[in-house]
Nanobody, 117 residues
Framework: EVQLVESGGGLVQPGGSLRLSCAAS????????MSWVRQAPGKGLEWVST????????SYTNSVKGRFTISRDNAKNTVYLQMNNLKPEDTAVYYC??????????WGQGTQVTVSS
């Protein structure tokens, strides 16, 4: 059974930091590109960041560049999102996503991040 389990969300003040984790099981993690996608209240899904299967290439949406860092540990089947200098507009449910070419992709259940004073 494929599972993606996110953790690390919570309430943080503006300017603060959080580190999200996504633990994967049930598929060959090291062959999949991994992404973080978020959904703010009342809005659609927004792509945040992607890391390739080997961890050698990353990309970010403009609004998080310089503040967020995606990484992965293929030995631990885990992808991370380090979020620094958080802003209220980063408030959202954050989902991790696994993709491999044209095949089916996998999603976690999400973790809530709330940035508020």
């Amino acid at each position: 059974e494929v599972q993606l389990v996110e953790s690390g969300g919570g309430l943080v003040q503006p300017g603060g930091s959080l580190r999200l984790s996504c633990a994967a099981s049930g598929f060959i993690f090291s062959t999949y590109a991994m992404s973080w996608v978020r959904q703010a209240p009342g809005k659609g899904l927004e792509w945040v960041s992607t890391i390739n299967s080997g961890g050698t290439s990353t990309s970010y949406t403009n609004s998080v560049k310089g503040r967020f860092t995606i990484s992965r540990d293929n030995a631990k089947n885990t992808v991370y999102l380090q979020m620094n200098n958080l802003k209220p507009e980063d408030t959202a449910v954050y989902y991790c996503n696994a993709t491999l070419g044209p095949g089916p992709d996998y999603w976690g259940q999400g973790t809530q991040v709330t940035v508020s004073s």
